[in-house]
């Protein structure tokens, strides 16, 4: 049984054994919560992109796809990195940004993680509408778990009061 919980904050200061990085293609570090995670974990983090770039990731992580690294000096194991979509106005996206949470919920599984907190992907630079995004967050993260994760926690961390009531409304039979 896995547990969903929404969470006000910085997701650099969750305790967890994977904290999922809204990520550009480089994996590199950015702003947003790229930056924020890669500041706060320090140069390991990014050791260990430039390694992934020196290997299979040569041209960058693809959009839906996600790869784990260390965690460096957070309070977690591991970051998982996924690419979230641009949005846009004259192509349904939805199916990539689904894609990051179900392929960072699998790279979970494969890393024996049982607490995964993530960000809400897509919804800041990327322009997402949040609403949206909280919908596909909220109902890919539920049908993966259904069809058999072993995440035992799945926590949405949000940094502000307009995000919070957007996945709140997708979530309104879980632990706040």
Known sequence: MTTLTLVRGD???????????AANSSLLGGGGVD??????????ILEACRALRAGHYGKGLSTGRAVATTA????ARWVIHTVGPVHSTTEDRSELLASCYRESLRVADELGARTVAF???????????????????????????????A?????????DDRAYAAFAAHLPDISK
Not at 15 to 20: C, H, K, M, Q, T
């Open 11 to 21: 997701i650099t200061q969750q305790s967890a054994d994977a904290i999922v990085n």
């Open 35 to 44: 930056g924020a995670i890669h500041r706060r974990g320090g140069p390991a």
């Open 72 to 75: 460096g000096r957070l309070d």
């Open 119 to 149: 960000p809400a992907i897509s919804t800041g630079i990327y322009g997402w509408p949040l609403d949206d995004g909280a919908r596909i967050a909220v109902e890919t993260v539920r049908a993966t778990v259904a069809a058999g994760s």
């Open 151 to 159: 995440v035992t926690e799945v926590r949405f961390v949000v940094f």
